[in-house]
């Protein structure tokens, strides 16, 4: 087989995460090692970018400062929500033949290796050559054949970090709180909360994920149970909690729907459902101190908050999507899997096929009986994944002083 030369073409999809850079870099930096690469392109705003012929040269970029925007958050390419159909994808590629790119990495989620699949559909009707490869990025941790995504551990860091302050805060002056976190089909978010526990008091007390129906009489019962025996109570619920039916809780407690430009029911952009939950607290068990935060985006872009093992895995995906299309010439989705029990991950290229367009959902094992919280397997499973030095809080030891008056 000819070796293939021509331009590489890199851009972002979907939301941003806190490591989603390194896979860039790692892109940019690798393909300036193959002599077949003529240019490396950055398409500015994503799939839109491409369309527009939106293009940054990454080629002429200075070392130094791609690796300043590694360590940065958010998308450095910008990105986009469009969700390209065929028609939207064929101009896509009209655009790259025009510049004739023959390698096209796209960092994105379900609906970005959805979109790599079309792309590789079209060029191999047209007999162009063009290796596609979808390199894997979510905070959410929902694609397939992955044993975690990178941008997961840094955000799920940010989400235990939180939930730690949180402990000492609640603690300091006793109430109820309901923390939302995203995760519209998967809970994995929401349920790395819990690794923010250390002493026997500290919450989250109860986790909600989108996997196990909600019930908000089983809420209020769950809550006075924990409440009554600790005086405090402290949740962690995923936006996308659904009742028996399937009907989001936010449609429910608010008795109207409210829909992206994707068709889906508005789960973030407000703090409604933690308002709903923590008023149905407040009514339901008279408790007056009862206080909800919703995070919405604040995990995918926060600064400081990167798990080591998170940055250096999302810049390994981007060195091997670019060592699979120039060294084997092939197209796919590169996956991270782990070997082994206690920690070592891998990676593998698997047909886009697989991962393109579907939904991970947390195993049932990673869920306890009761449907409000995790097990240690979970614990078990996530807890590398937020990286080493992961903070943790302390507690006074000095003995209570024998009291005179009140003896």
């Not at 935060?293 to 400081?304: C, E, I, K």
Request: aromatic share 8%; hydrophobic share 35%.
């Amino acid at each position: 087989m000819s070796r293939l030369e021509g331009k590489v073409l890199v851009a972002q999809g979907g939301g941003p995460t806190p490591v989603i850079n390194q896979s860039i870099v790692g892109v940019a930096l690798e393909a300036r090692k193959f002599s077949q690469v003529t240019s490396i392109y950055g398409a500015v705003h994503g799939v839109r970018g491409i369309i527009d012929e939106n293009f940054v040269d990454l080629t002429r970029e200075t070392t130094h400062n791609l690796e300043q925007v590694a360590g940065t958050p958010s998308s450095g390419l910008l990105s986009t929500r469009d969700k390209p159909d065929e028609e939207y994808c064929a101009r896509m590629f009209e655009v790259m033949q025009a510049h004739d790119i023959r390698y096209f990495f796209y960092v994105g989620g379900n609906d970005s290796s959805d979109t790599v699949r079309i792309v590789n559909e079209q060029a191999k009707a047209a007999n162009y050559e063009l290796r596609s490869i979808h390199i894997p990025k979510t905070i959410d941790n929902d694609l397939e054949e992955n044993d975690h995504c990178p941008g997961f551990g840094s955000a799920a860091r940010f989400v235990a970090q939180a939930f730690s302050g949180i402990n000492l805060d609640n603690r300091a002056i006793q109430g109820v709180y309901v923390g939302v976190i995203m995760g519209r089909h998967a809970g994995f978010l929401t349920a790395s909360s819990a690794l923010a526990r250390k002493y026997f008091d500290d919450g989250p007390h109860l986790v909600y994920v989108p996997e196990r129906h909600f019930n908000i009489e089983k809420l209020l019962a769950d809550v006075d149970r924990i409440y009554s025996r600790l005086g405090l109570c402290t949740i962690a619920v995923s936006e996308g909690i659904s009742d028996s039916e399937g009907i989001p809780m936010i449609t429910k407690l608010r008795g109207k729907e409210e829909r992206d430009s994707h068709g889906n029911v508005q789960l973030s952009g407000s703090g409604a459902l933690g308002d709903l939950l923590a008023d149905s607290i407040r009514e339901g068990l008279k408790i007056k101190r009862v206080r909800s935060d919703t995070f919405g985006y604040l995990q995918r872009s926060f600064m400081g908050i990167q798990s080591d093992r998170d940055a250096r895995e999302a810049r390994e995906v981007g060195e091997k999507a670019v060592q699979y299309a120039m060294w084997d010439n092939v197209d796919g989705s590169v996956v991270i899997r782990r070997p082994v029990l206690d920690y070592s991950v891998d990676y593998e290229l698997v047909p886009i096929g697989k991962v393109a367009g579907k939904t991970r959902h947390m195993p049932e094992n990673f869920i306890n009986a009761e449907g409000n919280g995790v097990t240690d397997d979970f614990l078990n499973y996530c807890r590398p994944l937020l990286g080493s030095n992961f903070p943790e809080p302390h507690r006074l030891r000095a003995p209570a002083v024998t009291r005179i008056l009140k003896a």
